[in-house]
């Protein structure tokens, strides 16, 4: 009887031992994938930087305009907006890396009882994501390489994991501004680029709004890398051929609010008041704590 006795506590200890051995490796791996995910994130922002000191380089020399046709006025028009843009977005972008890289460094000299737990996923391109401008957008006092900010009007869900939530703050820049009539072709266009949501750095394209002097406003989006192109295609073709609609209604909508608050025609808005849509051109990887 008195062994049995002394054999229970025994058994607990050991069952015991192996839970918290089992939780610390558990707790172990979570440190350990968290250290991986900074890392990972900080290589994200430096790719993200010297994919834009490229794309920088390319507009400087010329390269970018290589095989793009059109009124050679408007090309460099547009070129010259695009280049204030990408300069605000290397900025930016620099900084991001700075930050992130320092955060890792951190956390890999943090005791991993220490360090924050928290969850990875990635956002998969083509992720609709809506914001809210913090306050209008306008061509008469909005330039290319402005920066914007807003808020995310929606939850952007990876599965049943919120990523990134309602409320969330958001950032930009102005990608082109020229108002309406100003160009060749008649035309004028706002363009505004998405690129931080939270903390995280995002490719997001160009959400855009095109117009003419007689008031017609049409918003298109721009995705992918050859924006320039894009650009020159919209505003120079007439019947707008190969560009991507975007919510044709609400373009409708926010063209309609615009005029009737009594704004001259040249003068192209994105109001405050409207829901703006980009759609990830590559995915994010983002930590949930």
Request: glycine share 10%.
């Amino acid at each position: 009887m008195n062994e049995y006795r002394t054999l229970i506590p025994s058994s607990l200890i050991v069952l015991l031992a192996f839970g918290f051995t089992a939780c610390d490796r558990k707790a172990n791996d979570a440190a350990i994938q968290a250290q991986v995910a900074a890392q990972l994130q900080a290589k994200a922002a430096d790719d993200r930087v010297a994919m834009l000191e490229q794309q920088v380089a390319d507009m400087k020399t010329g390269k970018a305009k290589s095989g793009i046709s059109g009124d050679q006025e408007t090309i460099n028009q547009l070129s010259t907006a695009h280049i204030h843009s990408l300069d605000r977005q290397l900025a930016d972008a620099r900084q991001r890396a700075s930050e992130r890289r320092k955060e890792a460094e951190t956390l890999a000299a943090t005791p991993v009882s220490q360090r924050p737990r928290y969850t990875t996923v990635e956002v998969p391109s083509g992720t609709r994501i809506i914001v809210k401008l913090g306050s209008e957008l306008a061509t008469d006092k909005d330039q290319a390489g402005d920066p914007w900010s807003g808020t995310l009007s929606e939850d952007v869900h990876v599965g049943d994991t919120v990523a990134w939530s309602a409320g969330t703050t958001v950032s930009g820049v102005v990608a082109q501004s020229t108002p309406a009539g100003r160009l060749s072709s008649g035309k004028g266009g706002l363009g505004i680029r998405l690129t931080t949501v939270g903390r995280n750095g995002v490719d997001a394209g160009i959400y855009m709004v095109v117009g003419d002097a007689r008031g017609k406003r049409d918003a298109k989006f721009i995705g992918g890398t050859a924006a320039l192109g894009a650009l020159v295609g919209i505003l120079t073709d007439k019947n707008n051929q190969g560009d991507h609609a975007l919510g044709g209604a609400a373009a409708g909508a926010l063209a309609g609010t615009a005029l009737a608050a009594g704004t001259a025609d040249t003068v192209i808005r994105i109001p405050a008041s409207h829901s703006v849509t980009f759609s990830l051109t590559a995915p994010e990887q983002v930590s949930i704590r």
